[in-house]
């Protein structure tokens, strides 16, 4: 069973450009989650999705960051007009989504870097 | 709101056991993990306690909370090169179902020879 996918693993930007970045759950997994974490800091939570839903974007910037999560295919985190505040790395996570604890699983991450 | 607070820093030496300090804030019942995070990698759930525990135990590692102070505590038994990475802990939002999970800042572990 193949863990959380992310990809791509690094991206450069150049400040205005788009930045996208997906994720592929585990198998069995309806919920995905993406996390960001600065430099020398914690992750902070951005948004949390199932299928064809956002569930929680409370830790999404209201501006230029969207999330989805399409019936097929994988989740997308869109980044537009990129600037050099969002160079960071970017963490996937899924769960199978049980009542109780609901264990995450994270994927290797994408570090993007904008020049 | 909910804030997770870790020391920064840890250095032991190989064979030593490593303990890791936590303490979060929610008062309500809350899941809590902790995970490893290597160098350039993702994170590794290493395991979680539901806050109506004191203690889990799962090979070398044993978790220890005490819920009067919300103090949450990792000990490595027998600490390796190889544990060497950064550790966090986290508290699931109860007022999200536990799906949102709040991360301290991690402790860097170093295990030197």
């Known amino acids: 069973n193949a863990g959380v996918m992310q990809n791509p693993r690094h991206l450069v930007r150049r400040r205005g450009q788009e930045a996208r970045l997906r994720c592929s759950p585990m198998?069995?997994?309806?919920?995905v989650y993406w996390y960001r974490q600065l430099p020398e800091e914690g992750l902070k939570f951005m948004v949390y999705?199932?299928?064809?839903?956002?569930?929680?974007e409370s830790g999404m910037p209201k501006e230029r960051f969207s999330a989805e999560f399409p019936k097929e295919g994988p989740s997308i985190l869109r980044i537009q007009q990129v600037v050099r505040g969002d160079s960071a790395a970017y963490f996937c996570?899924?769960?199978?989504?049980?009542?109780?604890?609901?264990?995450?699983?994270f994927g290797p991450g994408t570090r993007l870097t904008v020049l | 709101g909910e804030d997770v607070e870790q020391s920064l820093f840890l250095s032991v030496r190989e064979g030593d056991s490593s303990v890791i300090n936590c303490t979060y804030t929610?008062?309500?019942?809350?899941?809590l993990y902790w995970y490893k995070q290597e160098p350039g990698a993702g994170l590794q759930l290493l395991t979680y306690?539901?806050?109506?525990?004191d203690m889990k135990q799962d090979q070398r590692l044993t978790v220890l909370l005490n819920k009067k102070d919300k103090h949450l505590s990792l000990r490595i038994a027998d600490t390796q090169t190889g544990d060497s990475a950064i550790y966090f802990c986290?508290?699931?939002?109860?007022?999200?179902?536990?799906?949102?999970?709040?991360f301290g800042t991690g402790t860097r572990l170093l295990v030197s020879p």
């Open positions: 929610d008062s309500s019942s809350t899941y």
């Open positions: 996570a899924s769960s199978p989504y049980r009542e109780g604890t609901d264990t995450q699983y």
């Open positions: 198998k069995g997994h309806s919920h």
């Open positions: 999705l199932q299928k064809e839903n956002i569930i929680d």
């Open positions: 306690i539901f806050s109506n525990m």
């Open positions: 986290a508290e699931g939002d109860p007022n999200t179902g536990f799906q949102k999970l709040v």
